[in-house]
């Protein structure tokens, strides 16, 4: 299967374990050994100020840190949009990649444009994911910067209702359908 970097997750309803029910997930590494995400639509009550006060002037004190995933959520993750891509521990897609846990925030800060601190990320064994794929659990749309950095309330909704066709209809499925 080819390399599904930089590409979303999007959940399909029928997926519902509760780490990933109606999530979208940045997939940020993919090879033949697993892949390794980000969910982008969970944010935690928890600030950057609470909770990793040396992000601050990188992320922003009233900004919240997101829930990226179920594996390792005490673990800090920072994904960035950097003016020089260079400046990255790794890139995921475009301008967007991730900080070096060995970086100054202060420098990353002058090289960013912005910044999101996540909490955990989702991971996939070798095959788990190309067999998630062939259940029909994830559907898969282009990543563009503003689903990673963007304040939408409903990300899953508004990614399903870019997908276009059959999926806009699918975006305005509510959170429980049998309340409808």
């Known amino acids: 299967m080819e390399s599904l970097q930089g590409q979303l997750l999007i959940a399909a309803p029928s997926l519902v374990d509760p780490n990933f029910r109606r999530t979208v997930v940045l997939i940020a590494q993919h090879t033949e050994d697993g892949a390794m995400g980000l969910v982008l639509n969970r944010r935690s009550e928890a600030t950057i100020a609470e909770a990793v006060p040396p992000l601050v002037r990188l992320a922003g004190g009233d900004a919240f840190v997101w829930a990226g995933g179920p594996v390792e959520p005490g673990g800090v993750i920072v994904v960035a949009e950097f003016e020089e891509t260079g400046d990255a521990a790794e890139m995921i897609f475009g301008d967007v990649g991730f900080m070096s846990a060995e970086a100054d925030p ?17 991971g996939w064994g070798a095959g788990q994911l190309e067999a998630e794929l062939e259940e029909e659990a994830w559907f898969v749309e282009r990543a563009v910067e503003e689903d990673v950095f963007g304040t939408s309330d409903d990300l899953w909704s508004d990614v399903l209702a870019r997908k276009g066709g059959p999926f806009t209809l699918l975006s305005k499925m509510p959170p429980d359908p049998s309340l409808n």
């Not at 420098?107 to 990320?121: F, K, N």
Request: hydrophobic letters at 40%; a positive charge; zero cysteines.
């Open 106 to 122: 202060l420098e990353v800060a002058d090289g960013t444009r912005r910044a999101r601190v996540y909490a955990g990320y989702a």
